[in-house]
Nanobody, 130 residues
Framework: QVQLVESGGGSVQAGGSLRLSCVVS????????MAWFRQGPGKEREGVAA???????DYADSVRGRFTISEDDASNTLYLQMNSLKPEDTAMYYC????????????????????????WGQGTQVTVSS
């Protein structure tokens, strides 16, 4: 059974930084895409950043240059380094794993809110105050 557990969320002032972690267990596929999504208050879920097993990454325009996605295969952990945080980054952040070679980062980020393929975590809250 695949499980994803996020951590690292919290409250921070604008301009600050946070690093989110997502520990993945029970995942054995060698071809996959992993991603971070978020849902802010009163907003639809949106893709934030994605990385495939080859290391190719993609980002939402709203976070490009501020956020960095990475993974550590040894510890089965996905990370999201968030710098220069803004109040509009306030949201519940979720990690996801999608198996198979058909999921490339750009397609994963474009998933609509009603599309939930693969495996998802329960989320970690990020709050950015002005």
């Amino acid at each position: 059974q695949v499980q994803l557990v996020e951590s690292g969320g919290g409250s921070v002032q604008a301009g600050g930084s946070l690093r989110l972690s997502c520990v993945v267990s029970g995942h054995t596929y060698s071809t996959y895409c992993m991603a971070w999504f978020r849902q802010g208050p009163g907003k639809e879920r949106e893709g934030v950043a994605a990385i495939d097993n080859g290391g190719t990454t993609d980002y939402a325009d709203s976070v490009r240059g501020r956020f960095t996605i990475s993974e550590d295969d040894a510890s089965n952990t996905l990370y999201l380094q968030m710098n220069s945080l803004k109040p509009e980054d306030t949201a519940m952040y979720y990690c996801a794993v999608l198996d198979g070679g058909s999921w490339f980062p750009g397609a994963v980020l474009a998933l609509r809110p009603f599309q939930n393929p693969g495996y998802w975590g329960q989320g970690t809250q990020v709050t950015v105050s002005s």
